[in-house]
C-alpha cells in the first residue's frame, strides 16, 4: 500500500489503508485511521481522544527492536508464556485495535456506553458490521506497562495475510499519551520513555495540533502552506489532498492501482510533483504522492528517512537524520497487478489500466498459486516487493478450473 487507506479520516488517523500498489500488492488498509469515522465529517475533529488508561515505565528507556516491513514498523511484546505478540504503531488512529483473541486472554473492566459514533467496517462477506468496543487488562512494551486500555475489537487476518506475519493489533496515538514515543525507521527500533523525560534524539522540531492532541502539522508545498496528518499507518510517501493548493506535477498524475480499504475499493492516482516539499528545513525534491479527497497526510515512505520523536505532553514532534541534503524519490515500479491474500492463494484486487498486465489478459478476480514458479506461501510481502524494485518482468501462474498456467508480464516504472 503504498499508502493505507485512512477510512476513518481526519483527525483520527491512518488505520485503515495498507495498498501497496507500488510493489504491485496494492492492498490498502490505513491502519486505522479509517475506523475513526465514516468519512471525512467534521465530527472527527471534535470527537474527545480517548484516554490511554493507567501508563507505568519501570524503565527510564525502553528500546523494542522492529521489523521493517514495507514502510511499517512491527514490534513484538510478550509479557507472560504466551505469545510474542506483534503490534503495528499507527500515529493516525485515535482508537487502538486489538484482535478477538488477545482481548479474550486479558479481559479489562466493563467499558460504560459511549457517545463516540460506532465504527463500521466491512466483514469478509462484504457485509457492514460495527466494531465492538472492549477493554484490554493489560498490554506491555517491555518495561513499558498500559492497564485498563479502551480497545476495539477487529479480526486482524487480512493484516496478518498481507504482512505474512500474526498480527495481534494496532496500537493508536492515545495510547502513548503519556509516554515519549520515538519511531527509528533507519534503526529498526522503536523507543519508550516517560513523558517528563527529554527525547534522545535532537532534530528538526515541528509544534502539532494541542486542542485534539493529534500529529497534524503544517508542511510547505512549494511556497503554499497545508496542514497534515503525521501517520505511521499509511506506506505511502505522501497522500496530497489537492484542493486549493493547485501542486505542479512532473509526471502524471495517473491511474494506478485499485486499492483496497476496508470500506471499499478504489482506484489510486499517483504522480511526482514538479516542486519541492519541506517538513521545517527538510526538503524533499519532487517526491511521489498520492491524490486523496480526505485529509492530506505524511506517510511511511517519508518517515522512513527519520527517527521521529512524538511529545503529547508539550504538543510537538520531532525529525532527526542525519545529514540536511534534500531527499529524492527513486521511480515507483509495478508490476501492473494488486492482490488480496490469502495462505493458499492471491487474488487479482485490480489491474493498472494500459499496463503489461492489462495487455497480457490477466483480469480482476484472477487467483494467482505461483510467482516465479514458487508458491504464493513462501513470498512474503519483504521478498516480493524486492523482487518488483529489481526484477524486469514476473511469471504469474494462474489457476483456473484444475489446471495451472503461467503468464509473464514486464515490471515497469509506474511513476518515472
Known sequence: MTSWEKLSSGSTGAM?????????????????????????????FRRQPLQPGRTTHSSPLVVLPAQRIGNFLLIEAKWDRSGPYRFLIDTGSSVTLISPALARRYPGREIPPTPAPPVRVRGAEGSIVELPHGSLRRLELGDARFEDVDVLLYDCAALSAHFGLTIDGVLGFPLFRETLLTLDYPGSRVLLQPAKTTALVPGTT?????????????????????????????????SLNPVGIDPRFAFGPTVGATVGTIAGDRLQRIGRLGETMALGDQRFVEPIVDLTDELSAIGGGMLQHFAVTFDQLRDRVTFFRDGREPIGAAPRRSAGLSFSKTPAYWRVAGVVPKSPAAAAGIERGDL?????????????????????TTATEIGFTFLKGNKESETRTAVFDLVP
Not at 494467482?368 to 518488483?388: C, F, H, P, S
Request: hydrophobic share 40%; glycine share 10%.
Open 368 to 388: 494467482v498459486t505461483r510467482i516465479n514458479g514458487e508458491l504464493v506461501t513462501k513470498w512474503d510481502l519483504r521478498r516480493y516487493e524486492q523482487l518488483v
Open 206 to 238: 515541528i509544534s502539532f495540533d494541542d486542542t485534539r492532541k493529534t500529529p497534524l502539522i503544517n508542511v510547505r508545498v512549494g511556497e503554499r502552506s497545508l496542514v497534515a496528518l503525521i501517520d505511521s499507518g499509511s506506506d505511502a510517501t505522501f
Open 16 to 44: 485503515a489503508r495498507w495498498r501497496r500498489s507500488g510493489s504491485g500488492i496494492g492492498f490498502l488498509l490505513s491502519i486505522l485511521g479509517l475506523l475513526l469515522l465514516e468519512g471525512c465529517s467534521a465530527g472527527t
